[in-house]
């Protein structure tokens, strides 16, 4: 049914002639106001205008990166923390250091790494190459950490390194320690502070009994195995977030789309049901079609939530399949109940209904259905035949890529979805028409 609306043009509003007075003798006129005017000089408003695409650097990390960036960050402000103490813990013992120059150009050189693996961990600059680049820089940050743990013997003597922390201290190299928690999960993390622990130990010479007292192990291996429990969290609680938003965009699609379908589909169905019932004689069938029709378009829209879980709350597969039993279409099910998961039983339930609506409107006014269910234990089995026209040889192909997709959809892939099969036994004329439908128990 449509409806013509009648929009009024938007104009300015008529002003009204102000009345003329008199005085005495001489009348005004009445001055009729003037319409507003752009003025040459000033530019015509802009009724719309279209504002260009922004491209955020959010929109260009992936889920693992948007999970991590914080740890990340916090961890590259932590460096700059223990650099701090590090250059601190430099000016306490370069006086016992027999080459002092040398271990002031180690820390340069440890400052200005911590400087740029800070920038490229962070990723403020390329969020596009965020894995590829970090795992080349976390691996860097080890080499330099052994290689500024090896240097110590360079510039202090063994009766001073052998007690005492090594160049860059322990808590500076804890820093590689955390990039491999967070890139690489717990394992990773305590894989790196065991590695980074054993280079201290060699260079100290502290193999054997200096192991079970000291700290270094037990340290660096807690701090990886945190830092990589954190990431692994953060990592799961961003795909709940995405999964959570991906589930409200796709009911507000639903939703958009249900109003849509009832503003549209449900008017003209609904016109048609009653038309077809005022008109009477052979509009009956189509009036009852487009009735049918219309009540299982409102319970598809009707149905808002998630899909269920296939699990969840079994029910009995049985009455499911009797309702659809009719003078012309007869059913067998088993005496025992039939419990599979909700969804799976509407799922074929429903597939169930489609094969018999086909054959109401394809087999011929004569025909006869039988569906048959069965359940061995790993599998259900239902079987839908009739003794119709059948279907002839390379129909449903013919009418799939004519884009009616009926039976691939409403049948093969409600089947599909369910993990099972539906698979057409009988496709020849005059010899009806057989569906077999499977699928698993697990």
Not at 66 to 81: G, N, S
Request: aromatic share 4%.
């Amino acid at each position: 049914m449509s409806h013509e609306v009648s929009i009024p043009r938007t104009s300015l509003p008529t002003p009204r002639p102000m009345p003329m007075r008199r005085s005495g003798r001489t009348a005004r006129r009445a001055v009729k106001p003037r319409c507003p005017t752009i003025p040459r000089n000033r530019a015509e408003p802009v009724l719309s205008q279209t504002k260009p695409m922004v491209r955020t650097r959010t929109a260009e990390l992936g889920p693992d990166q948007i999970a991590t960036a914080p740890l990340w960050r916090a961890a590259q402000a932590l460096r700059l923390v223990t650099l701090l103490y590090a250059v601190g813990q430099q000016i306490a013992s370069v006086s016992h250091y027999h080459n002092q120059r040398l271990s002031w150009v180690l820390i340069a050189l440890m400052a200005m790494w911590s400087g740029i693996s800070a920038l490229l961990l962070s990723q403020w600059h390329f969020p596009e190459l965020a894995r590829r680049l970090r795992v080349w820089v976390v691996l860097g940050d080890h080499l330099v950490v052994a290689a500024l743990m090896a240097s110590t013997r360079l510039v202090a003597d063994y009766g001073w390194f052998h007690g005492h922390q090594t160049l860059p201290t322990t808590l500076w190299s804890a820093n590689a320690v955390i990039s491999a928690g967070i890139l690489l999960g717990p394992v990773g993390g305590m894989c790196s502070g065991l590695l980074i622990a054993s280079v201290a130990l060699t260079v100290r010479d502290q193999w054997g009994q200096d192991v079970w007292t000291d700290a270094t192990v037990p340290v660096l291996v807690s701090v990886g195995l945190a830092l990589g429990l954190a990431a692994n969290t953060a990592r799961r609680a961003q795909d709940q977030l995405q999964r959570a938003m991906r589930i409200t965009a796709a009911a507000e699609e639903r939703e958009r789309l249900s109003r849509e379908v009832h503003d549209g589909v449900l008017q003209v169905l609904s016109y048609i049901k009653r038309r077809g019932s005022e008109i009477g004689g052979d509009t009956n069938e189509l009036a009852q079609r487009a009735g049918e029709q219309e009540v299982a378009l409102r319970t598809l829209i009707s149905e808002q939530g998630p899909r269920p879980d296939s699990g969840a709350a079994e029910v009995d597969l049985r009455p499911l399949l009797t309702a659809h039993a009719t003078p012309t279409v007869f059913v067998s099910i088993p005496g025992d109940p039939v419990l599979v998961g909700r969804w799976v039983a509407g799922e074929l339930a429903a597939a169930v209904a489609n094969a018999l609506s086909n054959v109401a409107l394809h087999a011929g006014p004569d025909a006869k259905a039988y569906v048959l269910l069965e359940d061995t234990g790993d599998e259900l089995i239902v079987s839908v035949r009739d003794d119709g026209v059948g279907i002839a040889p390379g129909r449903l192909a013919e009418a799939a890529a004519e884009g009616r997709l009926g039976v691939s959809r409403s049948i093969v892939g409600r089947l599909a979805a369910l993990g099972g099969t539906a698979e057409l036994l009988s496709e020849a004329d005059e010899f009806g028409t057989e569906w077999e439908f499977r699928v698993p128990r697990a």
